[in-house]
C-alpha cells in the first residue's frame, strides 16, 4: 500500500512538526484536534516551523509555503479521516485519553487505514484491541524537532501484521526520517528506553535538594561534551509531556519517588504555568535562557573574580 493522504490526531509540539514534516515531503496531511482553539495552537505552531524549516534547512520561500497548503485543519474526526490512509496520533499521554480515541477512530476511519501511536511511552498492545484493527496498528515514534534528529522508531506489537510493518518503516523513510526497527514491544523505544531516566535523575536532583537547575544543566555539559543539559532538554520536549510520563510510571509502578517527584513538577513548574520554551518559561526563561549565554559554563569562582 502507498500511503498518500496522511491524518495527523493533535497538534502539539510534536503533532504539529509531524505534520509539518509529512506534507513538506509532498504527502497531503489532516490535522485533527479537539477543538478551534487548539487548531488555532497547531496553525500557529507550523506557522512558525516554516521560519526554521528555512533556517536550518535551507527551505525556500516557494517549499515551506507549499508545504503549508498541503495542511488541512478539522475539529471533526470523520472528516479528518475520511479518505486517510495513515493516521498518525499525537494526542496527549494518557491511557484514558488515548483509549477513547482509539475507540472513536475505528468507527469513523475506512477499512484500509493503518493507525500509529507516537506515544512516548505507552506500549501499541494497551490499545491495540480498542482500535478494532490490532493488525493494522503499531508505534511510530519521532524525536523532538523532526526536521533535524530525524529518527523513526516504528515498533510492531504481537498482532502487527509485518507488512503494515514494512509499510510504515518505508513510509519513515519517505518522509525524511531514519527508520528504525523494533521488533519486540519495549517501553520507551530506544531513545526513551535511554533518555527518560536520564532526564528523572536529572529532577531527582533538583527535587532532592541536592543542586540547582544550572548547575546539573553546566556538570553534565562540561562533562560530556552536549551542546545542553537536562532541563534545557526538558523545556524542549515540554513541561507536561515530561510530568506525564513521569506521572504515569508511578502510577504504574507505585514508585512513592516517582509520584514525589509528580507533584513536585506539578506543583513547582505546571501550576505555575512554565511549561517550558514554548510558552516562554519552564526551567529557563526565554528566548535568552541563561545556558546558551557565552560565559554559562565558567565556574562561580570566574563570576566572584569579575565582580
Known amino acids: 500500500m502507498n500511503f498518500t493522504n496522511i491524518t495527523v490526531a493533535g497538534s502539539g509540539v510534536l503533532g504539529s512538526q509531524i505534520a509539518f514534516q509529512t506534507a513538506f515531503k509532498g504527502f497531503n496531511v489532516s490535522v485533527f484536534d479537539i477543538n478551534d482553539e487548539a487548531i488555532q495552537k497547531g496553525q500557529d505552531r507550523i506557522l ?100 533535524k534528529n530525524n529518527t523513526a522508531e516504528v515498533m510492531k506489537h504481537p498482532g502487527t501484521d509485518m507488512k503494515v510493518f514494512d509499510e510504515v518503516l518505508q513510509f519513515a523513510e519517505e518522509i525524511g526520517m531514519i527508520g528504525l526497527p523494533l521488533y519486540k514491544e519495549q517501553p520507551g523505544y530506544i531513545i526513551n528506553s535511554l533518555l527518560v531516566p536520564f532526564l528523572e535523575a536529572a529532577q531527582m536532583l533538583l527535587a532532592n535538594e541536592v543542586s540547582d537547575i544550572e548547575t546539573i544543566d553546566k556538570t553534565w555539559m562540561i562533562g560530556t561534551g552536549a551542546p545542553i543539559g537536562p532541563f534545557a532538554m526538558l523545556d524542549v520536549v515540554g513541561v507536561t509531556t515530561a510530568y506525564n510520563i513521569t506521572n504515569a510510571r508511578a502510577q504504574a509502578t507505585g514508585n512513592e519517588e516517582l509520584k514525589k517527584l509528580a507533584d513536585f513538577i506539578k506543583t513547582e513548574y505546571i501550576d505555575k504555568g512554565k511549561l517550558g520554551r514554548e510558552t516562554g518559561e519552564g526551567f529557563y526563561t526565554y528566548p535568552n535562557p541563561s545556558f546558551a549565554k557565552p560565559d554559562f559554563l565558567k565556574g562561580k569562582a570566574d563570576y566572584l573574580v569579575k565582580s
Open 48 to 147: 512558525r516551523l516554516k521560519r526554521l524549516y528555512q533556517k536550518d534547512l535551507g527551505a525556500s520561500d516557494e517549499e515551506v509555503n507549499a508545504a503549508y497548503d498541503r495542511i488541512s485543519f478539522y475539529t471533526d474526526l470523520s472528516q479528518a479521516t475520511r479518505d486517510t490512509d495513515l493516521v498518525i496520533e499525537a494526542v496527549p499521554e494518557v491511557v484514558s485519553i488515548k483509549t477513547d480515541f482509539y475507540e472513536k477512530l475505528g468507527q469513523v476511519a475506512p477499512e484500509k487505514t493503518v493507525f500509529a501511536t507516537n506515544s512516548s511511552t505507552f506500549l501499541p498492545s494497551q490499545f491495540a484491541e480498542a482500535t478494532g484493527r490490532p493488525e493494522k496498528f503499531l508505534a511510530l515514534h519521532f524525536a523532538n524537532t523532526i526536521w
